[in-house]
């Protein structure tokens, strides 16, 4: 199996801004009808969390549902034997994603200079990002 283009890891998540900003949008309208028409107010404890459980539900549900966010599956990359993942290491993968995206990509950039050439998030859930273009003609 081939691992993934650090640049394909990059992109991916670039894109998942998009459906996330969807979901966000999508809350929001179903907050402004139940509350008819009120707004929550800025820094708003309970929004905060309801919007990074929306967050961490969007990565690991696709993490484990198909090994793949949609960002990931336009840049042809997914998680090598994702049905093998139990929520646990998607829980550890998002957290250490997370920190990563916190500290400018850390994370991702720490693979060049890895033994193991793995990521942040490879190594907290024990399963790497792997090209699926390139294994798919591997295996043809």
């Given at each position: 199996m081939k691992q993934s283009k650090l640049w394909k890891h990059v992109a991916a998540l670039i894109y998942d801004i998009f459906p996330i900003l969807a979901l966000f949008l999508v809350t929001s309208l179903i907050l402004v009808l139940i509350r008819q028409g009120n707004e929550v107010q800025p820094r708003t404890l309970w929004m905060q969390l309801i919007l990074f459980l929306e967050v961490f539900l969007y990565f690991t549900y696709s993490w484990k549902k198909g090994g793949q966010t949609l960002g990931m599956r336009a840049w042809k990359i997914g998680i090598q034997d994702h049905h093998l993942m139990n929520w646990q290491q998607a829980t550890l993968r998002f957290g250490a994603g997370l920190a990563s995206t916190l500290l400018l990509g850390l994370?991702?950039?720490?693979?060049?200079?890895?033994?193991n050439k793995v990521t942040w998030m490879d190594a907290a859930c024990g399963k790497e990002v792997i090209d699926l273009q390139v294994n798919s003609k591997l295996n043809d």
């Open positions: 994370g991702l950039w720490s693979r060049k200079f890895s033994t």
